[in-house]
């Protein structure tokens, strides 16, 4: 896999698409939308909460980007658990040959 050829964030996360051991194909993550935005979300609420934080210097938002750091990580798993339980984690690739 030539990494110079590909989008930055493809480059960044090389894991993405892999080959398939059973059918010999290239398959890549199938990230659910859903995911994304919680993610995102996430993310935006914990860098908020820490600026303010340093801002405020409140320990009380120090221990809220903390708590939303945890909360975070802990709904993708149970959103992969629950809701996505029949959403494929992997897909072939639009280009690929059929086998």
């Given at each position: 896999m030539d990494l110079r050829q590909r989008k930055l964030?493809?480059?960044i996360v090389a894991r993405m698409e892999i080959d398939c051991?059973?059918?010999?194909q290239r398959i890549?993550?199938?990230v659910h939308p859903a995911e994304v935005v919680i993610a995102l979300c996430d993310f935006a609420i914990v860098i908020a909460l820490a600026a303010l934080a340093y801002g405020y210097r409140s320990q009380g938002l120090v221990l809220a980007a903390l708590g939303a750091?945890?909360?975070?990580a802990l709904a993708l798993p149970l959103l992969q658990k629950t809701w996505l339980r029949s959403w494929p984690r992997y897909a072939r690739l639009a280009g690929?040959?059929?086998a």
């Open positions: 964030s493809q480059a051991p059973h059918c010999m890549r993550l199938n750091a945890m909360a975070g690929a040959p059929e």
